[in-house]
């Protein structure tokens, strides 16, 4: 029998709301193949694609015009860069975060043989099934 209650919670609406409920595409621990981000290259067709583990995944803000990850709010106390647009920065100044922004699923990677220090979160449309046709790619 299945339970009512629980799938009355989800959205009923269709389109991206309905697919941040689903979960994320990738897992922890899963191999994938990822795009370096910081890999200035004008077309992403070319770019070169890394053997990455995914660490955690998290819904996370996207800004539209930029397509950038926003970092979230940073804890405790210490100077921050001046200027940047973090999730705090935009609470503060309306109440509805999800105005003009994007939520989609994040992957925290890390690139195998490389210094921990390359870790980064990476968006779903910059990793790839660790696949033969990918590796050809």
């Given at each position: 029998m299945v339970d009512t209650a629980a799938?009355?919670?989800?959205?009923?609406?269709?389109?991206?709301?309905?697919?941040?409920?689903?979960?994320?595409?990738?897992?922890?621990q899963?191999?994938?193949?990822?795009?370096?981000t910081n890999n200035n290259t004008s077309d992403d067709a070319f770019a070169p694609l890394y053997e990455a583990v995914i660490r955690k995944s998290e819904l996370k803000?996207?800004?539209?015009?930029t397509q950038k990850i926003l970092p979230n709010r940073k804890r405790g106390r210490g100077r921050?860069?001046?200027?940047?647009?973090?999730v705090?920065?935009?609470?503060q100044n309306t109440n509805d975060l999800g105005t003009g922004l994007?939520?989609?699923?994040?992957?925290?990677?890390?690139?195998?043989?490389?210094?921990s220090r390359w870790d980064?979160?990476?968006?779903?449309?910059?990793?790839?099934?660790?696949?033969?046709?990918?590796r050809k790619r």
């Amino acid at each position: 029998m299945v339970d009512t209650a629980a799938t009355n919670d989800l959205p009923q609406e269709s389109g991206e709301e309905a697919a941040d409920y689903s979960g994320p595409k990738y897992h922890a621990q899963q191999k994938v193949l990822c795009i370096d981000t910081n890999n200035n290259t004008s077309d992403d067709a070319f770019a070169p694609l890394y053997e990455a583990v995914i660490r955690k995944s998290e819904l996370k803000y996207i800004d539209p015009t930029t397509q950038k990850i926003l970092p979230n709010r940073k804890r405790g106390r210490g100077r921050g860069r001046v200027g940047a647009a973090t999730v705090d920065a935009l609470d503060q100044n309306t109440n509805d975060l999800g105005t003009g922004l994007l939520q989609e699923w994040c992957h925290h990677v890390h690139f195998n043989g490389w210094n921990s220090r390359w870790d980064r979160w990476v968006t779903e449309r910059d990793i790839f099934e660790n696949t033969i046709e990918n590796r050809k790619r």
